[in-house]
């Protein structure tokens, strides 16, 4: 998974192809949690690009996209939000399947 490191490459991210953005902080033990699954979930859906987004390197993009709680997901295809699996809560590898096979 790459890292995002300016918000110039966010936007170009956004605007061209299929990117799901993971909103982490190397502080969120939630975020630890769903780390081991995140290869297999990125080899099983790699029709999209994961994008790993430092929430405190990038707060003022969190708040432009109304995410408070970490770890959440927000997709985009060209432009277009796709869809977003945002709260504060734990997720499971199977919820953040759901969430990608639910993008359309």
């Known amino acids: 998974m ?5 918000m110039e490459q966010f936007e170009a991210l956004k605007n061209d ?5 993971l909103f982490t902080a190397g502080w969120c033990p939630d975020c630890r949690v769903i780390e081991p699954v995140l290869p297999e979930i990125e080899s099983k859906y790699s029709d ?6 430092d929430r405190d390197d990038f707060i003022d993009l969190c708040i432009q996209l109304d995410v408070f709680g ?6 985009f295809e060209n432009g277009k939000e796709l869809g977003r699996f945002v709260s ?6 199977s919820e953040i399947e759901n969430f990608i096979e639910g993008l359309a």
């Open 2 to 6: 790459k890292n995002l490191e300016t």
């Open 17 to 21: 192809g299929k990117h799901i953005f």
């Open 48 to 53: 999209y690009e994961f994008v790993s987004v």
């Open 70 to 75: 970490i770890p959440s997901f927000v997709a």
């Open 88 to 93: 504060k809560n734990r997720k499971t590898q």
